[in-house]
């Protein structure tokens, strides 16, 4: 019953074989080859471990994309080598994303010292062909190759969209690898359209050679992985030094899937009136994941219970967001501000007829005060998740898959309207 029913083999490669599940259409089966390279005992050992370790980066690294709002075509872990994906076709250009300059790099660009830093990110893309080495490739060579997949051209909106993922992608990466104290040095990665929806999506693998890794401030965890690459022949402490690589990284892969900070929002509201709009914003902080409690309370009637249920959740130690929410005169915010160090967001619930007049409330405050105004519910959530994404990487990731999805949309939306209009 676990293997479903493998069809045809679609495609082979040095790592992969690529099998059509007849009961899934438009889904594959990627299964890893590792294991039958594996020659003796000793070195079947050692192939294990790296097929395992492999097995956890790529299943980990993808469940962090997927969660924070990145499309790939990685559906699920179907065993220890083996995986679910979305049946692509592959576009045949490695992107490859550099924050410090370091190997190939340092031999096409002679001059520029290994630590170079890049802000912004550098791009490379090379064709991949064997043959001539998977040569660099520039834009142009890209768009002038004209290619088709699965029906879909591959012109600038494509290249465009696969240059900007490939950034937003490192830079989800970089931070979840920064809460280990770990430097994310370049990475590569491939992208396919999906046969069924003619998507551009991340496809391929992310595994242990997918990128370079610098454990910040260790540089003999580096040089391991130096070893490792400059590694001709097998000696017994080499594979050690490899091995201690390889388990450093699979202890730590797991742990970019916990949060490093768990916060909450309150809303506090004057009156069960703008419960709607308080539910806006408490499903709106759902979907970055941050719990919200809302509360009912009056800074003007009940000024005494207001600051009571302010201890409360001061008295906890949980890192707290406050929003406020009262119409007409917005004394709640201004109240909670003068009197908490959390960050305090009013978002009052404006009125056609007074609003222009109320909204003076929560803007023209005391010294001292350093609240913030948001208009709407969903901006109030967005904002206390930028708060706390400060902290928390998988809340940053969110923010920043959301960014690169917007940016998606507006791009394919113009590319739809241009289509139309010609
Ligand atoms: N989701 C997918 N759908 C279809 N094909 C895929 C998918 N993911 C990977 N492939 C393709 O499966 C093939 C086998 O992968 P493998 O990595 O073993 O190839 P390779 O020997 O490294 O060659 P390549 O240089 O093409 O990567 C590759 O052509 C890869 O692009
Ligand atoms: C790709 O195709 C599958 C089914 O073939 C579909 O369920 C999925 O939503 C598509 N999109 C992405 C981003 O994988
Ligand atoms: C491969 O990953 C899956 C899902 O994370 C896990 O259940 C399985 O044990 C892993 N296999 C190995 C060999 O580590
Ligand atoms: C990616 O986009 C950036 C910014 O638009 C551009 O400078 C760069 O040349 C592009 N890189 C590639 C490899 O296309
Ligand atoms: C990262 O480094 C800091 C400062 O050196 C240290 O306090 C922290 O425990 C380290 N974290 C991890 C996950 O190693
Ligand atoms: C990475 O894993 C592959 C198997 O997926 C293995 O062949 C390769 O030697 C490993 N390389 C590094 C640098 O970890
Ligand atoms: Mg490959």
Request: charged content about 25%.
């Amino acid at each position: 019953h676990k293997t479903g029913i493998l069809g045809q083999k679609l495609n082979e490669g040095k790592t992969k074989q690529i099998f059509e599940l007849v009961d899934q259409p438009g889904l594959v089966l990627v299964q890893s080859k590792d294991q039958i390279t594996a020659g003796n005992a000793v070195r079947k050992d050692q192939m294990e471990g790296k097929a395992a370790i492999a097995n956890k980066t790529t299943s980990c690294v993808f469940k962090l994309l997927q969660e924070a709002g990145i499309k790939t075509a990685f559906v699920k872990q179907h065993s220890d080598t083996a995986f679910i994906a979305a049946h692509c076709e592959m576009i045949p250009i490695e992107w490859v994303c550099r924050r410090v300059a370091t190997g190939s790099f340092l031999k096409r660009n002679p001059g520029v010292k290994e630590g170079y830093r890049f802000s912004p990110l550098k791009m490379e893309m090379f064709f991949k062909d064997d043959a001539n080495n998977d040569p660099q490739w520039s834009e142009e060579q890209l768009l002038e190759a004209k290619f088709s997949l699965a029906g879909l051209s591959i012109g600038q909106c494509e290249v465009d969209i696969m240059n900007r993922s490939t950034v937003a992608i490192f830079e989800i990466l970089e931070k979840a690898w920064a809460t280990q104290n770990c430097t994310l040095v370049d990475m590569k990665i491939e992208f396919g359209v999906n046969v069924t929806t003619k998507e551009v999506v991340l496809a391929d693998v992310i595994d242990n050679d997918s990128w370079r890794l610098w454990p910040a401030g260790d540089r003999s965890q580096q040089k391991d992985k130096q070893v490792y690459r400059d590694l001709k022949e097998v000696t017994p402490e080499a594979m050690q030094m490899v091995k201690r690589n390889f388990e450093w990284v699979s202890e730590r892969v797991k742990l970019l899937l916990e949060p490093q900070a768990s916060g909450r929002v309150v809303v506090l509201m004057g009156s069960t009136s703008d419960m709607a709009h308080c539910e806006k914003i408490k499903k709106a902080c759902a979907s970055y994941g941050i719990p919200c409690t809302l509360r009912v309370t009056s800074a003007h009637k009940g000024p005494d219970e207001t600051l009571r249920i302010k201890a409360g959740y001061e008295g906890d130690g949980v890192p707290t967001v406050f929003v406020a929410v009262a119409g007409r005169s917005n004394g709640l915010g201004p109240v909670m501000s003068g009197n908490t160090a959390y960050p305090v967001i009013n978002c009052p619930p404006l009125t056609p007829d007074w609003g222009a007049q109320d909204v003076w409330s929560s803007l023209r405050m005391p010294s001292g005060l350093g609240c913030s105004t948001v208009l709407s519910p969903e901006a109030a959530a967005q904002f206390a998740a930028q708060i706390f994404g400060l902290s928390d990487h998988l809340v940053w990731c969110k923010l920043r898959a959301s960014m690169l999805n917007t940016w998606v949309s507006l791009k394919l939306a113009d590319k739809k309207l241009q289509a139309c209009s010609l």
